[in-house]
């Protein structure tokens, strides 16, 4: 087996971590998923669903990649950050530093940016499967403070009163001190 390195560490954070997270909240809805984890009222975890979790979390964890890139992707490019303008032809005299990038910086945008949409779905689950739904959304509420924390948003107070309108660009968070 290989050891975690550098090249699939970030396959990892990208891909299966945001999968287990869709695949946990799944677990609250079906019992077959459920006993996959081991979780269930008479289950025991096995190596059999070690396996289906994996493959499961590898599946879902594409799955929330492409909604990522649907949704936050399209809603950097409306709000004004720019499509990149990529020149394929000089790309290999240049290979290494692409990896280099990739696995540095993009795969941890995709890892944060898959947990924001994986997160939302496994609280919804956890909250059905709890019998509370519509869960009761408000300041205290842990999912609430754990998406602020994930987009930084400002605490409502001190949100500036311009960027409260309804257009996508007005959900460009500006510094207080910033024109």
Same mark, same amino acid.
């Given at each position: 087996?290989?050891?975690?390195?550098?090249?699939?560490?970030?396959?990892?954070?990208?891909?299966?971590? @945001?999968?287990?997270?869709?695949?946990?909240? *799944?677990?609250?809805?079906?019992?077959?998923?459920?006993?996959?984890?081991?979780?269930?009222?008479?289950?025991?975890?096995?190596?059999?669903?070690?396996?289906?979790?994996? *493959?499961?979390? %590898?599946?879902?964890?594409?799955? %929330?990649?492409?909604?990522?890139?649907?949704?936050?992707?399209?809603?950097?490019?409306?709000?004004?950050? =720019?499509?990149?303008?990529?020149?394929?032809?000089?790309?290999?005299?240049? %290979?290494?530093?692409?990896? %280099?990038?990739?696995?540095?910086?993009?795969?941890?945008?995709?890892?944060?940016?898959?947990?924001?949409?994986?997160?939302?779905?496994?609280?919804?689950?956890?909250?059905?499967?709890?019998?509370?739904?519509?869960? @009761?959304?408000?300041?205290?509420?842990?999912?609430?403070?754990?998406?602020?924390?994930?987009?930084?948003?400002?605490? =409502?107070?001190?949100?500036?009163?311009?960027?409260?309108?309804?257009?996508?660009?007005?959900?460009?968070?500006?510094? =207080?001190?910033?024109?």
């Amino acid at each position: 087996m290989k050891d975690v390195t550098t090249a699939n560490f970030g396959l990892l954070i990208a891909y299966l971590l @945001p999968g287990f997270t869709v695949v946990w909240g *799944i677990s609250y809805l079906s019992e077959p998923v459920r006993a996959w984890l081991g979780t269930g009222s008479s289950s025991v975890p096995t190596v059999g669903g070690f396996f289906y979790i994996t *493959i499961a979390s %590898v599946g879902a964890g594409m799955i %929330v990649s492409t909604l990522r890139w649907l949704i936050l992707d399209t809603i950097h490019h409306v709000t004004g950050v =720019p499509r990149p303008q990529w020149d394929f032809s000089r790309l290999q005299q240049n %290979v290494a530093a692409f990896d %280099v990038l990739g696995e540095n910086y993009y795969r941890y945008y995709q890892f944060h940016g898959g947990m924001a949409i994986a997160l939302p779905f496994w609280y919804a689950a956890n909250w059905t499967n709890s019998g509370l739904w519509p869960p @009761p959304f408000g300041r205290g509420s842990f999912g609430i403070v754990l998406l602020e924390l994930i987009f930084h948003l400002p605490a =409502p107070a001190t949100r500036p009163a311009s960027t409260l309108h309804g257009s996508l660009k007005c959900w460009r968070w500006r510094h =207080p001190n910033q024109p």
